[in-house]
């Protein structure tokens, strides 16, 4: 292992360095030491740039700002500092503060009318997190003993309720969460993190076993390194129990499946255990094929793929909303004729009416509509229903007539290769092996927003939103015809 000799450096700190520190003291070691055994996860680079939008357009809410950017560090020290002497009227953006070492950019610093000062975190999520009080308390630490008289500093959020009315205009986008009164614990912990921070720099790497830290407030891009010399555990590991019962069980110090018998668990886990010890899948094709009988005919096979952008791109929309951009329809009549239809818009325009009136022009008026895990199709098409008045009837009739196969899956079907899930993609290599998404470009629904993203920015390249546009479908299509096979297999036919 390499030992780092540091005890004669004084380390300099930031909020994000101190936010590491408080989740593990090893993070924080391994960032500032061994930076190059981190591995981003896929998201990182869309939630860095949703991030980067976000507080784009909280400065841009008020123009009569002033933005902190000199290259240096000691001359962002000197702006703020003249900035606040001068009497700058309106906000300055990533003021910058330094104390005892520990550095802070507050994202907008407000002066108020009463000669003091309000800050505001600006962040991209819908609600003020836990770590965020962290966040803001070394931030409030640093300004006042600097010497800022502050009065109010807060949270600035994404409003949730926020609908876009006008195309560009994000005035109401934010809300504040003043947090001030609430900090007052957590700051004054502050002086004493910072020197638990500073000693932890200044010795060797740090001990520390891995847990539900890793993973909150954030995943931890040191997993891989920190897991390297982890005992393999049982090849059934008592965790795949689903519900929190496996972890219930390994409290209680039982780490292997095996080790259960049947009648320590309830039915579902159970079944579990004895597809899992046996080998031989838990099948009640009689169950299944009950419950879909009930089911009506033509059925529509059918699978949105949505994007939920932190910002609203159009008109009529709210925050987070799940924008459905596509779906797959397999179209099954009585008898077995089966067709396929489809909807993708990747233009980059709203693509919510052309997806309702596809809906209504494909699916026949009293169809059963099938989805897997179907309270999510439910919710896109009532979104739909309430957006547009003139096709609402049809569209709320279709969020009526859907139903779930995943729970017909759940209740009838087990195979101990699904390791504890029910998700299409764990269930399907299990009934279908030929249906694989591994050959395929797009192979889940994150590669499928990142892909609309990609396709639907007006630089891309057109060929390229050609092949963004095919792996789509691709996927989609997968997406139904793995739901009719699987539903076929349920029951036995
Ligand atoms: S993986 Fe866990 S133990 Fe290792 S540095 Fe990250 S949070 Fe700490």
Redesign the pocket.
């Known amino acids: 292992m390499t030992q780092i000799r540091t005890a004669t450096r004084r380390f300099g700190l930031s909020k994000s360095k101190i936010t590491a520190f408080e989740?593990?003291p090893?993070?924080l070691w391994?960032a500032t030491h061994r930076p190059e055994l981190a591995e981003q996860d896929d998201g990182a680079e869309a939630r860095f740039a949703t991030g980067n939008a976000v507080g784009e357009i909280a400065c841009a809410l008020h123009p009569d700002g002033v933005m902190v950017d000199p290259p240096s560090l000691s001359e962002a020290l000197a702006k703020t500092s003249s900035l606040i002497s001068e009497g700058h009227p309106g906000p300055i953006f990533e003021a910058t503060f330094e104390h005892d070492g520990v550095l802070v950019r507050v994202d907008v610093l407000e002066r108020l009318d009463s000669g003091g000062w309000s800050a505001a975190e600006v962040k991209s999520s819908g609600r003020v997190k836990d770590y965020h009080r962290g966040d803001l308390a070394t931030q409030v630490w640093v300004m006042r003993e600097a010497g800022i008289n502050l009065q109010r500093a807060a949270i600035r959020h994404i409003d949730t309720s926020f609908v876009l009315s006008r195309e560009g205009d994000y005035a109401g986008l934010f809300t504040d969460a003043d947090l001030l009164a609430d900090l007052e614990d957590a700051i004054a912990t502050r002086p004493s993190l910072v020197a638990e921070a500073r000693a932890t720099l200044s010795g060797d790497e740090p001990q520390?076993?891995?847990g539900d830290?890793?993973g909150a407030p954030f995943s931890?891009e040191?997993?891989a390194?920190?897991g390297r010399d982890l005992p393999q555990g049982p090849e059934w590991p008592v965790t795949l129990l689903p519900y929190g019962g496996g972890r219930r069980w390994l409290e209680r110090g039982v780490e292997d499946l095996l080790d259960l018998a049947e009648t320590d668990l309830n039915d579902r886990h159970a079944r579990i255990l004895a597809a899992t010890r046996d080998g031989i899948p838990f099948h009640d094709a009689a169950g299944a094929r009950k419950v879909m009988a009930g089911w009506g005919w033509p059925r529509a096979w059918l699978d949105f793929e949505t994007v939920a952008p932190a910002i609203p791109r159009w008109v009529g929309t709210r925050p987070f909303q799940q924008i459905p951009f596509q779906f797959s329809l397999h179209l099954e009549r009585r008898g077995g004729r089966m067709t396929h239809h489809e909807f993708l818009s990747c233009d980059g325009s709203d693509p919510r009416r052309a997806c309702a009136e596809a809906l209504v022009s494909n699916i026949p008026e009293g169809a059963t509509i099938i989805a897997y895990n179907a309270a999510f199709e439910r919710s896109v098409l009532r979104e739909l229903a309430a957006s547009f008045p003139d096709l609402s009837s049809r569209l709320e009739a279709m969020a009526e007539a859907t139903v779930d196969l995943l729970p017909v899956a759940r209740n009838h079907w087990y195979h101990r290769d699904q390791r504890g899930s029910w998700s299409i993609k764990a269930v399907l290599p299990t009934i279908a092996a030929e249906l694989d998404y591994g050959v395929l470009e797009v192979k889940d629904g994150g590669d499928a927003q990142a892909a609309w993203f990609e396709a639907a920015d007006p630089a891309c390249d057109p060929l390229r939103r050609e092949a963004l546009e095919e792996a789509l479908k691709a996927y989609c299509a997968r997406d139904t015809w793995a739901m009719v096979a699987v539903a076929r297999a349920l029951a036995g036919s």
């Open positions: 989740q593990c090893k993070k391994l520390r076993e891995m830290h890793c931890c040191f997993t390194y920190c």
